[in-house]
C-alpha cells in the first residue's frame, strides 16, 4: 500500500469573471457576469451577480430583461487560457506533481512540502493562495485531504470560508462523510444519485459502509475506486500527465445572420483548425465528426459521422465535415452560427485494423500537421493557413 499522501484541489473561484476582473480593475466589485457568446447564455457570475439573483446558464436575453444593471461580457477564451496558463506556472513551480485537471481546477501533491517550505499543510494552503492571488490577481480555493475525491470535496466546502481553505484530515474524516450527501460526492451524477437513494444510501458515510462485492453490484468498479477514495486510499495519484477531453467543440456566433455557404464552410473550416490543433496537443485522434448549424430563431440542425479510422488532420476532418454540412445546410435558411464537434476521441476501430493505409502518405500527412503546430507556435495561433481558411 502506497504512503498516505496530501493532495489539495486548487480552484480558481468564478474564474472568467476573475479573469475580466483583472483586466479591467473597474469591474471588480461590480455584478459581472460573462456570456458564452454574443446571444449565449451565462457562465460565470460575481459575487454580486449571483447576490443579484442572476442564475448561471441563464440565456443572455431573459438576465438582461431581468436585471439590466447587471454588466455582460462576451467570454474571451483565449484569453482565459493564458491566465490559466500563469496560474498553472505557479502551481507547477510549487509542487513536482501538478494535475491540470480544467482550465481552473489543478491537483497538486503537497506531499512532504511541509519541510521545505515550513509550514503545516494548512498555512501552507493559505501561503499558496496568497501567492496566486500576489502574482496573478486570480482567487483560488484550495481543499486539502489525503485522495482527490476527498480534496475535491474540501475544496467545495472551502468557498464559504474566510481563508478559503478547507482541509479535511484522518480525524475529521467520518464527520465529514456523515454530512456529505451523496450528490455532493465528485463523480456521482443525478441518475446516480437516484439509483443510490432508492438503495437508502443517503450520504457518503453510507455509502463507504457498503462492501466491495456491494458497490461493484451497483456502479462497478468505478463505485469501489470511491469507496477507497473516500476513506482516504488513494486510487488515482497525482500525475503531471494530463488526460485528453472526451470530445472538442468549437463553435462561435458569425455576428451576422446569413446564409452564405461560402461563408459558413469557411467559419466552419477556422473551427476546424482551432480543433485539430488542441486534438493533436494530446498526441491523440478521433473517430467521430460532428457538424453543428444554428439557425437565426435558434434552431439547432446537428448531424455526425463514425469514422473507419481515427484522424488529427484538418483536411481530412474537412473533406467528411463538408459532406456534412451539406446534408444539414439549406439555401433559403439564415443562421447566426457554425460549429465541429470531434468525438470518440482516443478510440480505436475494429475496422481500422484490416484496413489498407498507405503508410506513405499518413507520414506525410503526420509531418504536415507537427509543422503546423511548431509554426504556430513560434508565430501564433492561426498564422497558418490550410488553403481552405480564408482571412475576411
Ligand atoms: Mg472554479
Given at each position: 500500500m502506497e504512503k498516505q499522501k496530501v493532495i489539495a484541489l486548487v480552484d480558481c473561484d468564478s474564474f472568467f469573471v476573475a479573469c475580466e476582473q483583472k483586466r479591467d480593475i473597474q469591474l471588480k466589485g461590480k455584478p459581472v457576469c460573462v456570456l458564452s457568446n454574443a446571444e449565449g447564455c451565462v457562465i460565470s457570475r460575481s459575487k454580486q451577480a449571483k447576490q443579484m439573483g442572476i442564475r448561471m446558464g441563464e440565456p443572455y436575453f431573459m438576465a438582461k430583461k431581468e436585471h439590466p444593471k447587471g454588466i455582460y461580457i462576451i467570454a474571451d477564451h483565449d484569453y482565459y487560457a493564458k491566465v490559466s496558463g500563469q496560474v498553472m506556472a505557479i502551481l507547477k513551480d510549487f509542487s513536482p506533481y501538478v494535475h491540470v485537471y480544467s482550465i481552473d481546477e489543478a491537483f497538486v501533491d503537497?506531499?512532504?512540502?511541509t519541510r521545505f517550505y515550513k509550514k503545516n499543510y494548512h498555512d501552507l494552503a493559505i501561503y499558496l493562495r496568497s501567492k496566486i492571488l500576489d502574482e496573478t490577481d486570480i482567487p483560488v480555493s484550495i481543499g486539502v485531504s489525503s485522495t482527490k475525491t476527498l480534496a475535491k470535496l474540501a475544496s467545495d466546502k472551502s468557498k464559504d470560508k474566510p481563508k478559503g481553505v478547507y482541509l479535511i484530515g484522518k480525524r475529521k474524516a467520518i464527520k465529514e462523510l456523515k454530512d456529505t450527501k451523496i450528490e455532493e460526492i465528485w463523480g456521482i451524477g443525478r441518475r446516480l444519485t437516484k439509483s443510490l437513494k432508492r438503495h437508502g444510501v443517503l450520504t457518503a458515510y453510507e455509502l463507504v459502509q457498503k462492501s466491495d462485492g456491494w458497490l461493484d453490484a451497483k456502479l462497478g468498479i468505478h463505485g469501489i475506486e470511491m469507496r477507497h477514495e473516500l476513506i482516504g486510499e488513494m486510487v488515482s495519484p497525482v500525475t503531471n500527465e494530463e488526460k485528453p477531453p472526451k470530445s472538442i467543440q468549437n463553435t462561435r456566433a458569425f455576428g451576422i445572420f446569413t446564409s452564405d455557404f461560402n461563408f459558413i464552410k469557411n467559419e466552419l473550416n477556422r473551427h476546424i483548425h482551432t480543433s485539430c490543433r488542441k486534438l493533436r496537443s494530446y498526441k491523440t485522434k478521433c473517430l467521430q465528426i460532428g457538424v453543428m448549424l444554428r439557425t437565426k430563431d435558434f434552431r439547432v440542425f446537428y448531424t455526425k459521422k463514425d469514422l473507419l479510422a481515427p484522424v488529427d488532420f484538418e483536411l481530412e476532418i474537412s473533406t467528411v465535415a463538408h459532406k456534412l454540412l451539406e446534408e444539414i445546410y439549406r439555401p433559403d435558411i439564415l443562421y447566426r452560427s457554425t460549429g465541429v464537434h470531434l468525438g470518440k476521441i482516443g478510440e480505436t476501430s475494429a475496422e481500422q485494423l484490416s484496413l489498407y493505409t498507405d503508410s506513405e502518405i499518413t507520414t506525410k500527412k503526420e509531418n504536415l500537421a507537427k509543422c503546423f503546430d511548431k509554426l504556430e507556435a513560434k508565430f501564433?495561433?492561426?498564422?497558418?493557413?490550410?488553403?481552405f481558411t480564408i482571412r475576411k
Amino acid at each position: 500500500m502506497e504512503k498516505q499522501k496530501v493532495i489539495a484541489l486548487v480552484d480558481c473561484d468564478s474564474f472568467f469573471v476573475a479573469c475580466e476582473q483583472k483586466r479591467d480593475i473597474q469591474l471588480k466589485g461590480k455584478p459581472v457576469c460573462v456570456l458564452s457568446n454574443a446571444e449565449g447564455c451565462v457562465i460565470s457570475r460575481s459575487k454580486q451577480a449571483k447576490q443579484m439573483g442572476i442564475r448561471m446558464g441563464e440565456p443572455y436575453f431573459m438576465a438582461k430583461k431581468e436585471h439590466p444593471k447587471g454588466i455582460y461580457i462576451i467570454a474571451d477564451h483565449d484569453y482565459y487560457a493564458k491566465v490559466s496558463g500563469q496560474v498553472m506556472a505557479i502551481l507547477k513551480d510549487f509542487s513536482p506533481y501538478v494535475h491540470v485537471y480544467s482550465i481552473d481546477e489543478a491537483f497538486v501533491d503537497l506531499t512532504g512540502l511541509t519541510r521545505f517550505y515550513k509550514k503545516n499543510y494548512h498555512d501552507l494552503a493559505i501561503y499558496l493562495r496568497s501567492k496566486i492571488l500576489d502574482e496573478t490577481d486570480i482567487p483560488v480555493s484550495i481543499g486539502v485531504s489525503s485522495t482527490k475525491t476527498l480534496a475535491k470535496l474540501a475544496s467545495d466546502k472551502s468557498k464559504d470560508k474566510p481563508k478559503g481553505v478547507y482541509l479535511i484530515g484522518k480525524r475529521k474524516a467520518i464527520k465529514e462523510l456523515k454530512d456529505t450527501k451523496i450528490e455532493e460526492i465528485w463523480g456521482i451524477g443525478r441518475r446516480l444519485t437516484k439509483s443510490l437513494k432508492r438503495h437508502g444510501v443517503l450520504t457518503a458515510y453510507e455509502l463507504v459502509q457498503k462492501s466491495d462485492g456491494w458497490l461493484d453490484a451497483k456502479l462497478g468498479i468505478h463505485g469501489i475506486e470511491m469507496r477507497h477514495e473516500l476513506i482516504g486510499e488513494m486510487v488515482s495519484p497525482v500525475t503531471n500527465e494530463e488526460k485528453p477531453p472526451k470530445s472538442i467543440q468549437n463553435t462561435r456566433a458569425f455576428g451576422i445572420f446569413t446564409s452564405d455557404f461560402n461563408f459558413i464552410k469557411n467559419e466552419l473550416n477556422r473551427h476546424i483548425h482551432t480543433s485539430c490543433r488542441k486534438l493533436r496537443s494530446y498526441k491523440t485522434k478521433c473517430l467521430q465528426i460532428g457538424v453543428m448549424l444554428r439557425t437565426k430563431d435558434f434552431r439547432v440542425f446537428y448531424t455526425k459521422k463514425d469514422l473507419l479510422a481515427p484522424v488529427d488532420f484538418e483536411l481530412e476532418i474537412s473533406t467528411v465535415a463538408h459532406k456534412l454540412l451539406e446534408e444539414i445546410y439549406r439555401p433559403d435558411i439564415l443562421y447566426r452560427s457554425t460549429g465541429v464537434h470531434l468525438g470518440k476521441i482516443g478510440e480505436t476501430s475494429a475496422e481500422q485494423l484490416s484496413l489498407y493505409t498507405d503508410s506513405e502518405i499518413t507520414t506525410k500527412k503526420e509531418n504536415l500537421a507537427k509543422c503546423f503546430d511548431k509554426l504556430e507556435a513560434k508565430f501564433g495561433k492561426n498564422i497558418v493557413q490550410t488553403g481552405f481558411t480564408i482571412r475576411k
